[in-house]
């Protein structure tokens, strides 16, 4: 019945191959299980998948690991970081046969990843953000980027762009993470005219659409003409840019289609590198590697195509830079660099370079950011 | 003359006692099974199949020792945040803001638990229940209060009070509490390994569960079978004929609003001593809300919410498989709670309805 084979769902194709495996050596303690002939992947996000965002930076890697043979993801998401969190994880193991799985969320890593690490130590965990050290289990690990280099060419294009020198930027909290991007950005806006300031607004959390709206707006009503982001969603900032008509860079992930005419460029994620790395590490019976970083040199962040309003000897500036990055001879935190109460936070002749640990417990904002920590 | 709708109070003959018990079985049961039928009809219109809908949800929720230990675990934070809707609504009040008295409870928990890193894990852990319980009861006891001395209607209150609930806890953890070692996930400081509440011998499920059920069977005893719970009830009924009868109605209203207040307080100790390990922001996770949802349907009846929470954690238990197996959107989980909850409180006006479950000598 050639029909019939063509018609075949994925769902049959799983189940014939559940069935050929009772056949195998695969036993039948695994046929139970929904995908018992490929390595299953299990992807955990904690808000939806489409979110133009962090979560969507996410499942645009796991999109493509889908393609790749031999690989099955299963997915869930908007998975809250409590108990439903380790649940979500030991079902995905055990009702799934999942043999690596992709945490997303920063809040999943302590308590809840470990102590499933600890659970299943056949299981490999691969954990976005998070700070894995020694002394924690080897079937866990943790993988992050530099993103701070294409906030600082956001910041480029931003500083060629704007007509008031007046930049803006919406935040979630004031962590190190956070704070490290406003500063890239705003160190890179300087590069360009030193006397452009960024004007800062906390929201509070992770995804607070409206307070993102009402803080968008009004930094636009302060006088603001460029604005970036670091909340989950860019979405609401984005498109109130677009509507104001002022002109955004997009963070997380690629947002120029919603605003054709306001998105300049934007740093994206490229979780791919570090997903393909686990995933062939899994294939290929080599251990796990615990900790992967990496910035455009590694191709873990890249930078989103120019939009339209980007001027030619912006573009010629920000690849510039974009070029001694990739080389890796570009230093983004250096000295003498003064916060923005007048206190010397890098000593003059000092460089820190991305690996510096100093950076990941970032507490200041730079010189020419209006702002409080 | 017919009794009150729902004032339990009991025939002094067994069969209607039976017959009464079987009305507030039958209906909401019915309820549900037109719920899932609706819900049925509505996978059927998006192109699924609805009996491998429902047979995920049952491998998901209850088939198996793990998923049933995954349910019970999902259920443990509802069944004592449901409490905080059902006690007070013995008084007639219905107080939405469990949310609230569950973060400061668990922030309070965190505080007193690395305060009290010195002292015995049993005197520690009793101190973390104990101020839990007295802040979240606090908490929720003052909308008690706004509404009997003020005038404030509690459902608005205490939501309102979520908020700036949540706005204090979050400038605890960011601020004057936070563990500066918490770099990207402010939190307080952990409360240590000694201090946390373990898990029933042999299952993944933590004591929180049973906390749930033990403050479950106090509440039904005290409210069905002592003198306060029926002066609570009369309260409810009717508050002028409570005081005609010389009731301290502003009491046992505050009192109730304290009770429920303390057990979601318990819910917010639990989660920091069970699972989380200090206080920080995945504390605010809707299960003051979904407490809601849960008291509704178990009628306010503080044994029924135990089998109503399981019910929802099952299904919440089921969402990744449906998830996962189906590629339906997270949402899914929500529409059906959607619908039982609209299905089940519609069905509120069907008791009494029926002649069956009506005591036979009114009829005589």
Known sequence: MPAKHLNATRRDIIKTLAAVGVGTALGPGLVSRAFSADIVVGVIYVGPKDDYGYNQAQAQAAAQIKKMPGVKVVEEEKVPETVDVQKTMASMIEQDGAVLLFPTSFGYFDPHMIKMAEKYPKVRFAHCGGLWKEGLPKNAGSYFGYIDECQYLNGIAAGHTTKSKKLGFVAAKPIPQVLRNINAFTLGAKSVKPDITTTVIFTGDWAMPVKEAESANSLIDQGIDVMTMHVDSPKVVVETCERRGIYVCGYHANQSALAPRAYLTGAEWNWITPYTEHVKAVMEGRPMNNFLRGGLKEGYVKPSPYGKAVSEGARKNADAVKAKMVKGDFVIFKGPLKDNTGKTVIASGTQQMQTDVVLEQMNYLVEGVVGKV | ?364
Request: proline content about 4%; some cysteine; glycine content about 12%.
């Open chain 2, 1 to 364: 003359m017919t009794l009150p709708v729902g004032s339990g109070v009991a025939s002094a003959f067994p069969s209607d006692r039976l017959r009464r018990a079987a009305e507030s079985f039958v209906i909401p049961v019915a309820a549900l099974v037109v719920a899932m039928l609706l819900f049925g009809v509505f996978m059927a219109l998006i192109g699924k199949n609805p009996l491998e809908v429902y047979a995920l949800i049952y491998k998901g929720g209850f088939a198996s020792g793990f998923a049933w230990q995954n349910t019970l675990q999902r259920a443990a934070p509802l069944i004592l945040t449901a409490l905080c809707v059902a006690l007070p609504a013995q008084a007639g009040l219905i107080i939405i803001g469990g949310e609230g008295a569950l973060v400061l409870g668990g922030l309070t928990a965190a505080v007193v638990g690395h305060a009290a890193a010195g002292a015995s894990p049993l005197m520690a852990q009793v101190a973390m229940v104990l101020g839990a319980m007295l802040v979240g009861g606090a908490w929720i006891g003052f909308a008690g209060g706004l509404r009997h001395f003020r005038g404030v209607n509690e459902t608005i209150s205490s939501l309102l009070l979520t908020y700036i609930a949540i706005a204090l806890f979050n400038h605890f953890v960011e601020g004057p509490l936070r563990d500066p070692a918490s770099l990207n996930k402010p939190s307080t400081q952990p409360i240590g390994d000694a201090l946390m509440v373990g898990h029933l011998p042999g299952m993944d499920v933590h004591w929180g569960f049973v906390y749930g059920l033990l403050f479950c069977a106090v509440c039904y005893v005290l409210v069905r079978y002592t003198v306060f719970g029926f002066a609570l009830r009369i309260v409810g009924g009717n508050v002028r004929a409570a005081r005609l009868a010389g009731l301290r109605v502003g009491w046992l209203v505050l009192l109730s609003c304290f009770l429920g207040g303390a057990a979601a307080g318990l819910a917010g100790m639990v989660e920091v001593a069970a699972v989380h390990g200090s206080a920080n922001a995945s504390l605010i996770a809707g299960y003051g809300y979904a407490g809601i949802l849960v008291s509704f349907i178990a009628r306010h009846n503080p044994i029924a919410v135990i089998p109503v929470a399981i019910l929802v954690g099952g299904i919440g238990a089921s969402n990744g498989l449906l998830q996962r197996r189906l590629d339906l959107p997270d949402a899914t989980v929500l529409v059906l709670q959607g619908i039982a909850f609209m299905v089940i409180l519609a069905a509120e006006t069907l008791y009494g309805r029926f002649r069956v479950f009506q005591p036979r000598e009114l009829h005589r």
